[in-house]
């Protein structure tokens, strides 16, 4: 059984930094992509990074050079280093593993930002 377990969230102030972690279970954590994606109020989901089982990142480009994406195989978890924060970065985060043509989601952490 997949498991995805996000945490780290909270109430900051612009500008402060914050990192998320996604702990996995019930996959070979080591040989999957993980993904991080969030959700603010009213509107769709949205890609925000990625790295792959040979550490190689990606991020969207309005979290470029502010987040920073890592994982640690051996804690099976995957982390979101975000700094220099927004307003506009307040939304609920989602981890995410693809297996196949199936997503597994976590059950999000709510990241608000204040200005």
């Known amino acids: 059984q997949v498991q995805l377990a996000e945490s780290g969230g909270g109430l900051v102030q612009a500008g402060e930094s914050l990192r998320l972690s996604c702990s996995a279970s019930?996959?070979?954590?080591?040989?999957?992509?993980l993904r991080w994606y969030r959700q603010a109020p009213g509107k769709q989901r949205e890609f925000v990074a990625l790295i792959t089982s040979l550490f190689h990142t990606d991020l969207a480009d309005p979290v470029k050079g502010r987040f920073t994406i890592s994982r640690d195989n051996a804690k099976a978890t995957v982390y979101l280093q975000m700094s220099s924060l927004k307003p506009n970065d307040t939304a609920v985060y989602y981890c995410n593993v693809q297996l196949g043509t199936r997503n597994y989601w976590g059950q999000g952490t709510q990241v608000t930002v204040s200005s």
């Open positions: 019930g996959i070979t954590f080591k040989l999957n992509t």
